[in-house]
């Protein structure tokens, strides 16, 4: 019971795929033997490549909005597009951002008043949000980074800088000299297609780094491009002149040359006189310093800067005292000498006394060491020294190399023709001395001067046209009516190569009667009005005829059936054809 049960249950939907089966094969075998399935399907397909075609040549050109985003500017960006409803491209590796050409530059200054795109280079913003308590080491962090990205947000603002990456070693101060590490710098450029850094640029770079970080030299700031090649010492390779040098000494030339040409130009004519100068610079940095001493001067007129006087005495008597003057300085008078009154035995007593007293004095003085006078008078005097210090600027002219020539002047021979002449030595020494004034000759210099006459050689500057047709605007003209053209061509084609034939291959696969039905509804009417009685009938009597006639029966018998698979298969052709009829007079 239950087998039967369970095939009872099967039958349903093996008769239902069955039917589902022989439906999809009954609706492909109508499709195979409908003769305008082929036509309808190469109909449609070049329908939608036309289609294709002008919706190809009706899309805008796509240029490069921003190149190199983050991801997140990147968001930002196509997230703005899409609110204003802006088609957008990607580039094939997905580095650029592509919109209509006509829009590039109206976006970006739109973009741009909203703040995109941020970059991702983080400047001292990054100060603005720290943690409570960030410890030092972190703070440090934090500000070398910020000093990076604004160091590369500076750099950004160079024409030719697309991207800017810089790294910074900090200074480590130490209380040891020795152990002290300077700071030291690395950028890395990422420069526009086909643009390049000019060397007062890298200069400029190379100062401003230097100049942003404490303790950071010029040699130790280190520029590289995308490419690896070195920026940042392109100096050393023309003699040990950098940029700046090379302009200063091109600029000294340039002027001199157009003094030169400027005091000639109206004498001579613009066209008639041609100057070249080469300017020998010293750029070395050097200082002198001098130290002199001149021989002492007269004591009246030399400086004196300290003076000592020593005196000693030795000797019985005491050296004059008092208050200094005449009486003071007198030497003492002679004493007088003893009077004589009468008694002989006290006078001679008095005698012997004053013998006595004399061999006494004189044997004093004579046991009296003798007086000594010692005087000691030092004078210093300020030495006459002389100290110069002399700093020399750098970018010093040395020498002046000038060369002038000067062409021909128009002149007209005896023929009276126009010829060219050259100047008398009277002229050429008259533009010597100028070209000297103007330049301002030193001979102690070493400058040298040279003026040439010489005919110039007349070379005739054809300017030449660009053609109309070759002009920018008509390039692109070409180029869009060469889109619309390609797709004219592609319809032709389709047409004439694959609709046409496909449309006379079906004509053709038609009966005689039906396509001569089609063209001409009146044609049918004869065939239609027969009945099958006699139909039958003329079947048996061409059946009997000759052979010409029996062909003429098989045909008529082929476009009636024909015609009769045709009313089944298509009734609403038939029903047209028939209101044809109706309305017919």
Known sequence: MSDVASSQQSNPRAANASSQGASAQGLLKQLRENPRIPLIIAAAAAIALIAVLLLWARSPEYRVLY???????????????????????????????????????TLRLQLAEQGLPKGGDVGFELMDNQAFGISQFAEQVNFQRSLEGELA??????????????HLSMAKPSVFVRESEPAKASVVLTLEPGRVLGDGQINAIVH????????????????VDQDGRLLSRNGSQLGGLDGTQLSYVKKIETAYQTNIERILAPILGVDNVRAQVAAQVDFSKRE???????????????????????????????????????????????????????????????????????????????????????????????????????????GGLERLSIAVVVDYRDGVNEAGERVKQPLSDEQLAQIERLVRQAVGFSQVRGDAIEVVNSPFTENEE???????????????????????????LAALFLWFMVLRPLIKRQSAALPANQSAALRNPGAMTAAGSEDEDADEDALDEAAEAPPRRRRRANAYEQNLKDAREIAQEDPRLVAMIVRSWMNDK
């Open 67 to 105: 190149s190199n985003l983050s991801n997140s500017d990147g968001g930002s960006i196509i997230n703005e597009l899409d609110a204003r409803g802006i088609p957008y491209q990607f580039s094939e590796g997905g580095g650029a951002l592509l919109v209509p050409a006509d829009q590039v530059h």
């Open 153 to 166: 947000q500076s750099m950004k603002a160079l024409g030719p800088v697309s991207q800017a990456r810089v």
């Open 208 to 223: 401003m780094v230097s100049s942003s970080v404490p303790q950071l030299a010029t040699e130790a700031v280190t520029v």
């Open 288 to 394: 002198q310093t001098a130290e002199r001493y001149s021989p002492n001067q007269p004591p009246n007129e030399a400086a004196v800067r300290s003076r000592q006087v020593s005196e000693s005495y030795t000797g019985g008597d005491a050296l004059p005292s008092g208050i200094p003057g005449a009486l003071s300085n007198t030497p003492p008078g002679t004493a007088a000498s003893p009077i004589d009154n009468g008694v002989d035995a006290e006078g001679a007593d008095e005698g012997e006394g004053a013998d006595n007293a004399g061999d006494a004095q004189g044997t004093d003085e004579a046991n009296e060491p003798p007086s000594r006078l010692d005087r000691n008078d030092t004078v210093n005097y300020e030495v006459d020294r002389q100290v110069e210090h002399t700093q020399f600027q750098r």
């Open 462 to 488: 054809t300017v030449v046209e660009v053609p109309w047709w070759q002009t920018p605007e008509m390039l692109q003209l070409a180029m869009t009516l060469g889109r619309y053209l390609l797709v004219a």
